[in-house]
């Protein structure tokens, strides 16, 4: 496992300080320098640690917006640094000692720990799009039926940020899944309107289409009905949607690679395929 740590909220640089994208910014350079080949876990702070000053104390909001925007970033566990130094005496224990503090890291350990398998599952490309703000972290991954979408702001400021699903059946509600002030949102045209305030933080969860092309299942079929329909009765094993993807490439975002190879037995290429092609 590699860890490491930076306290942003009360941190003594000015150029640092209350800057809370520096929790992502270490997280992205670890996985840089491991080649995303080990465990990474982040240490969150919780407490004033060393700075006398009361005013620049977290607050429990800003914990949670730093737990997920470390989690969003690719860290794959977080430790809670619960010393506090300034004001004396030092107490090793101070979180423990704050009951607002210690209710909150409660609460999305709660969260965390119901979707550990989600977590833990690999992230999904090409899936989702974000436009409107460039620094606005999104990872997405798919679990059984549904997919998770997970967004962290890395800017101070405000964001109106629009989320592009990128499939083909119609988009059922994003369902907020831990904060109990965002209300389900209805994509249209498989896109929708998400505002996040300075280091915003949200997760949903949406359920996973099923791909339809002339009517066939392509995705969430059995091999064997798979078999009786690709490339027969005019079937197009190389349709593509509005972006552009074939029933190959949703087969390799479905993981089913017997799917994907029955298709490519059929002359089923991906939408890259097809474009280098000139098709």
Not at 221 to 235: E, F, L, V
Not at 247 to 269: N, S
Request: net charge positive.
């Amino acid at each position: 496992i590699v860890s490491y740590d930076i306290y942003p909220i009360g941190h003594s640089h000015k150029a640092v300080a209350g800057k809370q994208e520096y929790v992502s910014l270490g997280v992205k350079n670890l996985r840089k320098w491991t080649r995303d080949k080990k465990p990474l876990w982040t240490f969150v702070e919780c407490t004033q640690i060393s700075n006398p000053d009361s005013r620049t104390k977290i607050t429990p909001r800003q914990m949670r917006q730093l737990i997920w925007m470390s989690i969003t970033a690719g860290s794959k566990g977080v430790l809670y640094f619960c010393h506090q130094f300034q004001p004396k005496p030092v107490n090793p224990k101070a979180l423990l000692d704050d009951p607002a503090m210690l209710s909150m890291a409660a609460k999305v350990n709660t969260n965390i720990q119901s979707i550990a398998a989600v977590l833990n599952s690999s992230s999904v490309e090409r899936v989702v799009t974000v436009t409107g703000g460039n620094d606005v972290l999104c990872m997405v991954k798919r679990y059984k039926n549904n997919y998770y979408v997970f967004l962290a702001s890395e800017s101070g400021k405000a964001h109106k940020i629009t989320l592009q699903l990128k499939w083909v059946d119609p988009v059922g509600k994003l369902t907020p899944l831990f904060d109990e002030n965002l209300a389900p949102i209805q994509p249209e045209d498989g896109k929708c309107m998400i505002k996040l305030e300075p280091y915003g933080v949200a997760q949903y969860k949406i359920p996973a289409p099923a791909v339809r092309v002339n009517t066939v299942s392509w995705i969430n079929c059995s091999t064997n009905r798979s078999k009786r329909n690709s490339g027969k009765d005019g079937a197009d094993v190389n349709a593509q949607d509005v972006a552009n993807r074939t029933p190959v490439d949703w087969a390799i975002l479905g993981k089913y690679p017997e799917t994907a190879d029955l298709l490519r037995k059929h002359v089923g290429k991906t939408g890259e395929e097809l474009k280098a092609e000139g098709k």
